[in-house]
């Protein structure tokens, strides 16, 4: 009985499954059989792998023929509950014959949690063994990040992880509900992550081109790119751009020249998507479809600041495709588009007496909404002045509070913290690691990335609703390419990482970080202040000036390039 201690069953000594040796015997109850007694009591006992796998399950047993054995799958406990009703259910029925016997269910599950449920075995049945035999993609860890800071060793552990629970002979969000390759989720988080941590390319050229060979006829991607789709009313614009920018930047790592003949042609579509939504002054107005940016409440409608700056950021991408395509129309088409975007966006855009961007500009008039999302991503686009960047964030998170505006969701973290970076406020992005990851995530048990911040319900409309979030969403997972990538400080300047920019962060904290690439790898380590960089492999490295990356605050310590 659910959250009673099993009863006139038997269900002796089931510490042996976590052992690994000995048997445990199970049996049905028999008291039926007195006519005076109602129903049948079932022996289940609960399982805790000690984190959420991705793995088929392995019974090995000596069973009773007609035995009936359910197995449950979960990723969390419910108010200690076992409960798979999450959005979705699965699980698996073996039905014994006489004798010993092995059952493996025949594709893998999402689960930290496995409840076996015995029924019809009313002679007793002996369990040897529960296994999880774990099925994932078989990267090897070539990239590293070790710190003196638990909290950001134990952050990037669980996105870490994340990714690779995300990634089997597919990528996905995440693999207990959808498992699903959901094209944003990643082009913007998951690739990077890999290339940063893993240093592979064979699963993220494949996304690429299942992405690619899932064209809308209007020009948009498909959402999810490991089915068919034909949903082209509700095909997501942006995730469309952050799909070409992560093409730019999986050539420029791997150096997959035949990837971008055959895919160029599919980008020049998604930009023709486009151009019909240019206004008078060359900022996009009113995108149709589902304009997603994230699960937040932010302002979509009319001149979107978010969007806008996606899109900016995307004409770069196109450029450099273009550029080395040979293509000088378009290149030059993309650069006089970003001028023109430039030029009227701030005005368009700025609210001076809230002092940040407004999230929209909607018939003239500026939206009362205020985001994150509306003002990280023109820092992160380079849509405003240096000044500009240091007066939002100072107003965002260092004023008084008299703004109110929404938080972006693990999703668009990836914008917000390489924003703070190029802003000069890497201490205030390591910070807010620290206190969304760390204190929404690690501090409540995570072994992986939760789906939004909270366990049990979202923002995502401006008020609270309560609905169950997975515990496994790679696109959550971006510190595991920010504390890589961003405190080595890495520019990859010659496509296949032949030639590398290295500005690496004095940090007030000690590092040791490593960056693979497909000719070899780049390490930098920081003690008390002092950086040292080394190079494996035939990589040209250009390293930045001390002056393009100043220390952290607070930091006493002076640093030395070496």
């Not at 699963?203 to 690429?208: E, N, T, V």
């Not at 609270?464 to 496994?472: A, D, E, N």
Request: aromatic share 12%; charged share 20%.
């Amino acid at each position: 009985m659910v959250g009673k201690p099993v009863q006139y069953s038997r269900l002796e000594e089931p510490e042996n499954l976590c052992r690994g040796e000995g048997e445990t015997l199970v049996q049905n109850s028999l008291h039926h059989r007195d006519l005076d007694f109602d129903g049948i009591y079932d022996p289940t006992v609960v399982l805790d792998f000690g984190r959420v796998i991705t793995a088929r399950a392995r019974l090995h047993l000596h069973g009773v023929s007609g035995g009936i054995v359910d197995i449950g799958y979960a990723e969390r406990l419910i108010d200690g509950h076992f409960n798979i009703a999450m959005e979705c259910e699965f699980a698996d029925r073996y039905i014994m014959k006489d004798g010993n016997q092995v059952f493996e269910s025949f594709t893998w599950k999402s689960f930290r949690y496995l409840k076996l449920r015995f029924r019809s075995c009313f002679e007793p049945v002996s369990i040897h063994s529960v296994q999880g035999i774990v099925s994932t993609y078989p990267y090897e860890e070539r990239g590293q990040f070790s710190s003196n800071d638990p909290i950001l060793n134990a952050v990037f552990d669980i996105s870490r992880s994340t990714v690779r629970l995300c990634s089997n002979e597919f990528l996905m969000d995440t693999p207990w509900r959808e498992q699903a390759q959901w094209l944003g989720d990643v082009a913007l988080v998951t690739v990077p992550a890999i290339h940063s941590c893993f240093g592979d390319a064979a699963l993220s050229r494949k996304f690429f081109l299942q992405a690619g060979q899932n064209q809308h006829p209007t020009g948009l991607i498909s959402n999810v790119s490991n089915t068919v789709n034909h949903n082209w009313q509700g095909a997501i614009p942006d995730y469309s751009l952050w799909w070409i920018q992560g093409l730019l930047a999986h050539f420029l790592y791997t150096g997959d020249e035949e990837l971008i003949h055959r895919l160029y042609p599919q980008a020049l579509r998604i930009l023709d998507a486009h151009i019909d939504y240019l206004n008078e002054v060359s900022l996009i107005e009113d995108m149709p479809y589902w304009v997603f940016i994230d699960w937040a409440d932010v302002e979509k409608r009319g001149i979107c600041s978010a969007y806008n700056s996606i899109f900016y950021v995307t004409l770069q991408s196109i450029h450099d495709l273009a550029t080395y395509k040979g293509d000088t129309y378009t290149a030059r088409f993309a650069r006089n588009l970003r001028t023109s975007m430039k030029a009227a966006f701030h005005d368009t855009l700025f609210d001076n007496e809230r002092g940040c961007y407004a999230d929209a500009c909607i018939d003239g008039g500026l939206s009362l909404k205020v985001s994150e999302h509306g003002n990280m991503a023109p820092i992160w686009a380079g849509l405003c002045d240096y000044e500009v960047a240091r007066q939002v964030i100072s107003r965002l998170f260092e004023s008084d509070g008299s703004v109110t505006f929404t938080e972006a969701q693990p999703f668009f973290m990836t914008v917000v913290l390489t924003a703070l970076e190029r802003a000069d406020r890497f201490d205030l992005a390591v910070e807010l690691i620290r206190r969304r990851w760390g204190k929404r995530m690690v501090g409540k048990g995570a072994t992986s990335t939760f789906e939004e911040w909270y366990q049990n319900g979202s923002w995502r409309d401006g008020s609270f609703r309560g609905f169950l979030r997975t515990h496994s969403h790679a696109w959550s997972a971006c510190p595991a390419d920010f504390l890589i990538r961003h405190l080595l400080g890495l520019e990859i300047l010659k496509p296949g990482c032949r030639r590398l920019r290295v500005t690496p962060r004095k940090g007030n904290f000690d590092y040791h970080v490593v960056f693979p690439t497909p000719l070899g790898s780049v390490t930098a380590e920081c003690t008390n202040g002092e950086v040292k960089v080394s190079v494996k492999g035939p990589i040209e490295i250009e390293m930045g000036g001390s002056e393009k990356c100043p220390p952290m605050p607070k930091n006493k310590n002076k640093g030395v390039f070496l």
